[in-house]
């Protein structure tokens, strides 16, 4: 839905880009807000396709662009619904994002600074296409943000200024924002080249000389450490720092897997940032989820409105007729409990397929089963919004086919209920397309 005003032709169209809103927050009360300034063109708050919810932005469309940026000077961070919305203007042209001129990277903020004390802090330096502090689900701060400038000049200069400064008693990191393809390169290139290593599971009686006297067979080390609890007893790990890339290698390849008594399994590697641990384990875990749904693509069934009574061994005497089963399992709460759905495995795409076809509306116990192929959570909604926009375009096609029979040209709408004089105000009207998606940094 949007609000429409009449057009001028006379003015471009000048859009804004309104972010960090309420959920609740709808186009009347955008309307209202932003009419204040200037004659509105067009808003549109961007909702799910699916369940409508509002996705947290829109897009404010006014006639004249004085007006959009009047509304950009004075109504930045204003608070609607108890949130401050965060204003910017339209970027219709991505690569202006997504090159990364002009962005920079700020962290260890104080978790007391917000969107406009950083506005504040960086708009000297130069006009800011976008400003935000990453926050939690709770809208507090996580302690780093991004800004865009205009220019790349006023985001060197902010480096330049800004970088290792106290902010809020805090000393903080400014540098130029690095996307996540290159991050990701720059930790491939590390993984090649390094000189600390991590060592974990050795005796928990070697001491710092000892674990030394293991590595500098390899080279030089520059430091080495075993890391201790609070009454000095080794926690049975610690780290080792090489002078050259080559003997930290070395190194690794020597001593990792070996054994160093009392059953354990020496593990040596690069040594690794919590967060580009994380990352690395969350790839990791993403591909194997995509190898294991690969693998189970066309053989496991979704089986739903299942009787309370159906346990596993009921579920698999059910639809073992159908072909051979690798496992079959009925989903239970907390308590043990039924949820009433439960999932069956076969060894066969053709089995599956079968099984579909002779159990789907089958009445087992009291219920008619659903059965269907299981599905990934993305193809699910995906396929949702597929059939959600099928029926939006038969519905238009519909009410066109209706205008029509009744005389009037099909894809046009009746004149808008009269307005009363004294009373001037928005009106609904047909939605109109609002502007490409434009996603801050």
């Given at each position: 839905?949007?609000i429409?005003?009449?057009t001028g032709?006379?003015?471009?169209?000048?859009?804004?880009?309104?972010?960090?809103?309420?959920?609740?927050?709808t186009?009347?009360?955008?309307?209202?807000k932003f009419?204040?300034?200037?004659?509105?063109?067009?808003?549109?708050?961007?909702?799910d396709?699916?369940?409508?919810?509002?996705?947290?932005?829109?897009?404010?469309?006014f006639q004249?662009?004085?007006?959009a940026?009047?509304a950009?000077?004075?109504?930045?961070?204003?608070?609607?619904?108890?949130?401050?919305?965060?204003?910017?203007?339209?970027?219709?042209?991505?690569?202006?994002?997504?090159?990364?001129?002009?962005?920079?990277?700020i962290?260890?903020?104080d978790?007391?600074?917000?969107?406009?004390?950083?506005?504040?802090?960086?708009?000297?330096?130069?006009?800011i296409?976008?400003?935000?502090?990453?926050?939690?689900e709770?809208?507090n701060?996580k302690?780093?943000?991004?800004?865009?400038?205009?220019?790349?000049?006023?985001?060197?200069q902010?480096?330049?200024?800004v970088?290792?400064?106290?902010?809020?008693?805090?000393?903080?990191?400014?540098g130029k924002?690095?996307?996540?393809?290159?991050?990701?390169?720059q930790?491939?290139?590390?993984?090649?080249?390094?000189?600390?290593?991590?060592?974990k599971?050795?005796?928990?009686?070697?001491?710092?000389?000892?674990?030394?006297?293991?590595?500098?067979?390899f080279?030089?080390?520059?430091?080495?450490?075993?890391?201790?609890?609070?009454?000095?007893?080794s926690?049975?790990?610690?780290?080792?720092?090489?002078?050259?890339?080559?003997?930290?290698?070395?190194?690794?390849?020597?001593?990792?897997?070996?054994?160093?008594?009392g059953?354990?399994?020496?593990?040596?590697?690069?040594?690794?940032?919590?967060?580009?641990r994380?990352?690395?384990?969350?790839?990791?875990?993403?591909?194997?989820k995509?190898?294991?749904?690969?693998?189970?693509?066309?053989?496991?069934?979704?089986?739903?409105?299942l009787?309370?009574?159906?346990?596993?061994?009921?579920l698999?005497?059910?639809?073992?007729?159908?072909?051979?089963i690798?496992?079959?399992?009925?989903?239970?709460?907390?308590?043990?409990a039924?949820?009433g759905?439960?999932?069956?495995?076969?060894?066969?795409?053709?089995?599956a397929?079968?099984?579909v076809?002779?159990?789907?509306?089958?009445l087992?116990?009291?219920?008619?089963?659903?059965?269907?192929?299981?599905?990934r959570?993305?193809?699910?909604?995906?396929?949702?919004?597929?059939?959600?926009?099928h029926?939006?375009?038969?519905?238009?096609?519909?009410?066109?086919?209706?205008?029509g029979?009744?005389g009037?040209?099909?894809?046009?709408?009746?004149?808008?209920?009269?307005?009363?004089?004294?009373?001037?105000g928005?009106?609904?009207?047909?939605?109109?397309?609002?502007?490409?998606?434009?996603?801050?940094?």
């Amino acid at each position: 839905m949007s609000i429409g005003a009449q057009t001028g032709p006379n003015y471009p169209l000048a859009s804004l880009y309104v972010g960090d809103l309420h959920n609740d927050v709808t186009e009347a009360m955008l309307f209202e807000k932003f009419s204040q300034v200037g004659q509105v063109s067009s808003i549109r708050v961007c909702r799910d396709m699916i369940t409508r919810r509002s996705l947290g932005y829109a897009y404010v469309n006014f006639q004249n662009p004085d007006d959009a940026e009047r509304a950009l000077d004075t109504m930045n961070y204003d608070t609607i619904k108890g949130r401050p919305m965060r204003i910017m203007w339209s970027q219709r042209d991505p690569s202006l994002r997504k090159s990364g001129v002009g962005n920079i990277f700020i962290k260890n903020l104080d978790r007391s600074i917000d969107n406009k004390a950083m506005y504040d802090t960086f708009s000297a330096f130069g006009n800011i296409l976008s400003c935000k502090v990453v926050t939690d689900e709770a809208g507090n701060s996580k302690g780093y943000g991004f800004v865009h400038f205009e220019t790349e000049e006023a985001a060197n200069q902010a480096i330049i200024k800004v970088n290792g400064m106290l902010l809020n008693d805090k000393k903080v990191f400014v540098g130029k924002f690095i996307s996540k393809k290159e991050r990701l390169k720059q930790m491939g290139e590390t993984t090649r080249k390094f000189t600390n290593i991590y060592v974990k599971n050795f005796s928990k009686d070697m001491d710092d000389k000892a674990f030394k006297d293991m590595f500098e067979q390899f080279g030089k080390v520059v430091s080495c450490v075993v890391m201790r609890d609070e009454g000095l007893e080794s926690r049975g790990f610690g780290f080792v720092s090489f002078e050259r890339p080559e003997e930290a290698e070395v190194a690794v390849n020597q001593l990792h897997g070996s054994d160093t008594g009392g059953g354990r399994i020496m593990y040596c590697g690069r040594a690794q940032k919590k967060a580009e641990r994380n990352a690395e384990l969350r790839e990791r875990f993403e591909r194997i989820k995509a190898e294991r749904s690969n693998k189970f693509q066309g053989v496991n069934l979704y089986v739903k409105n299942l009787d309370d009574v159906i346990d596993d061994e009921a579920l698999l005497g059910h639809f073992v007729p159908h072909g051979k089963i690798t496992s079959a399992k009925v989903m239970v709460d907390e308590t043990g409990a039924s949820k009433g759905f439960g999932f069956v495995c076969f060894v066969s795409p053709e089995e599956a397929t079968k099984a579909v076809t002779e159990m789907n509306g089958k009445l087992v116990g009291n219920k008619p089963l659903y059965v269907a192929l299981a599905q990934r959570k993305e193809d699910r909604k995906a396929q949702l919004a597929s059939q959600y926009m099928h029926r939006m375009a038969a519905m238009r096609m519909a009410q066109s086919g209706a205008q029509g029979a009744a005389g009037m040209p099909a894809g046009m709408y009746g004149p808008a209920p009269p307005q009363p004089a004294a009373q001037p105000g928005p009106y609904f009207s047909v939605p109109q397309m609002a502007p490409p998606i434009s996603t801050p940094p």
